[in-house]
């Protein structure tokens, strides 16, 4: 158990449909992520938040959506998504952004869209 | 850009064999800090050692130590006397230093490789 929690850890999903991904830390964190892992590709990072602000987007399709409404709480809002979305997203945190500090992934998501 | 090369898609060992991953790496950055992480097949990812790139000596953590060389931009991770629980999906990582603007503490991910240990 890092301390990171995402809900759900499933999620089938059809194009048409809205949904949204969880992340809880109560580690005292200032950093959040989400990447994406999907077979036999490394792991991509999507977005990051410091201090509750966006400061990087990797060129992520626009019908991924983040919020960051506080330092402990993370969501990727999904809307409209593809079948080639589906993977497993992962959340993280760090105490600060950068400076080598260890990054706590959360179990993940499996979405599967259909 | 910098990117993260695992050769081994998979590797087995017998348990309480040595075993070592292989990890290279391209950048033009001379302070970073290089991780590995495991994911067991609960998926939960967690960190298993780090190295900060000024430093020459190995890192070290119980079982497991790292090969750094860092003119050949190698990272190699060797696991002593493996154990069953060692099963699982290997990362090496790697993360620019934080300076003032372009990309701060971004994990640059390799594919990873599988290990499996054997009874």
């Known amino acids: 158990e890092t301390g990171v929690t995402q809900t759900p850890r499933h999620l089938v999903m059809g194009m048409t449909n809205k949904k949204s991904l969880k992340c809880e830390q109560h580690l005292g964190h200032n950093a959040m992520y989400w990447y994406k892992q999907s077979a036999k590709k490394p792991l991509e990072l999507m977005f990051v938040?410091?201090?509750?602000?966006?400061?990087e987007n990797n060129s992520v399709p626009s019908r991924f959506s983040p919020e960051c409404p506080n330092s402990s709480h993370l969501f990727l809002h999904l809307h409209t998504l593809q079948p080639e979305d589906s993977a497993l997203y992962l959340c993280?945190?760090?105490?600060?952004?950068?400076?080598?500090?260890?990054?706590?992934f959360g179990q993940g998501t499996r979405l599967t869209v259909v | 850009a910098q990117t993260v090369t695992q050769s081994q898609p998979e590797m087995s060992v017998q348990d309480a064999e040595t075993v070592t991953l292989s990890c290279t790496y391209d950048?033009?950055?001379?302070?970073?800090?290089l991780f590995w992480y495991k994911q067991p097949p609960s998926r939960q990812m967690i960190l298993v050692i780090r190295?900060?790139?000024?430093?020459?000596q190995n890192a070290t953590e119980n079982r497991f130590s790292v090969n750094f060389q860092k003119a050949a931009k190698s990272f190699s991770l060797k696991i002593s006397d493996s154990q069953l629980g060692d099963t699982a999906m290997y990362f090496c990582a790697f993360m620019k230093l934080p300076n003032y603007g372009g990309s701060q503490g971004n994990l640059i991910f390799g594919k990873g490789t599988k290990l499996s240990v054997k009874p």
């Open positions: 950048t033009s950055e001379n302070n970073y800090y």
């Open positions: 190295q900060e790139a000024y430093k020459q």
């Open positions: 993280a945190s760090s105490p600060s952004m950068g400076r080598g500090t260890e990054a706590f």
């Open positions: 938040y410091s201090l509750e602000e966006r400061v």
